[in-house]
């Protein structure tokens, strides 16, 4: 049984989504510090035919303050207008507007909530089942290094075999888990493609564009498009 970890990003590119869909348990890293700068609370649409960040503003955010001390700011209004206009003519526009309005009008604005939301209720909409929590719930060590963080963590959740991000590589050492009883894996995505409203296709955009643009069924097939290494 696998698991993986990752701190909670604002309806993410296709890679974070298939890093929860390898992973038996996903755990959203909530409990240390925000990233400014990074993609907790931003991403990329197609808007007409570039790729288009939004952004919904964190009060008071800064890197000595952990996610879930933060709140998403409420007006989400203008950016509601950005996705309606850039997608209105979408296939799948009807459907998967209101899922983003769900997300980004929820009362509850706590930054690890919303962003976990926009994770979560992708994988309901496409009938995936998955199993969530949050690392401020967990009774891990946090006084380890990152690698025994997650070491811990995986003690704490029984499971022996971790998946990380790509980007891991440079951080974590496969021996080195494996010497404290867990195995390491990392997730690297295959080529996709689909057909967008561009006359170039561009990747890595937010997992909006994905949906709005693909059939559940093309959704489910993109997110095994990976390999662990």
Do not use: W
């Amino acid at each position: 049984m696998s698991f993986a970890v990752m701190q909670p990003y604002l309806f993410p590119y296709l890679g974070y989504y298939q890093l929860v869909h390898a992973a038996n348990k996903f755990v959203f890293y909530d409990d240390v510090t925000f990233i400014k700068g990074g993609y907790i609370n931003r991403n990329n649409i197609l808007a007409n035919g570039k790729a288009q960040r939004f952004t919904v503003p964190v009060p008071g955010m800064s890197s000595n303050t952990l996610i879930n001390e933060l709140s998403f700011d409420n007006n989400v209004k203008k950016i509601l207008k950005t996705i309606e206009q850039s997608y209105k003519k979408s296939p799948n526009f009807a459907n998967v507007f209101p899922l983003i309005e769900s997300v980004l009008c929820d009362d509850n604005r706590s930054v690890e909530y919303i962003c976990a939301k926009s994770i979560s209720l992708v994988f309901d909409y496409l009938s995936i089942a998955k199993d969530f929590c949050f690392s401020s719930a967990l009774e891990y060590n946090r006084d380890l290094s990152a690698a025994d963080k997650l070491i811990s963590m995986a003690g704490v959740l029984k499971l022996n075999c971790y998946i990380n991000s790509p980007g891991g590589k440079s951080l974590y050492n496969k021996d080195y888990f494996s010497n404290k009883g867990v195995d390491l894996f990392f997730i690297e995505m295959e080529y996709y493609e689909y057909k967008q409203n561009s006359d170039r296709f561009i990747p890595h955009l937010s997992m909006i564009d994905i949906l709005m643009h693909n059939s559940k069924a093309d959704v489910i097939d993109m997110l095994t498009k990976y390999k662990l290494v």
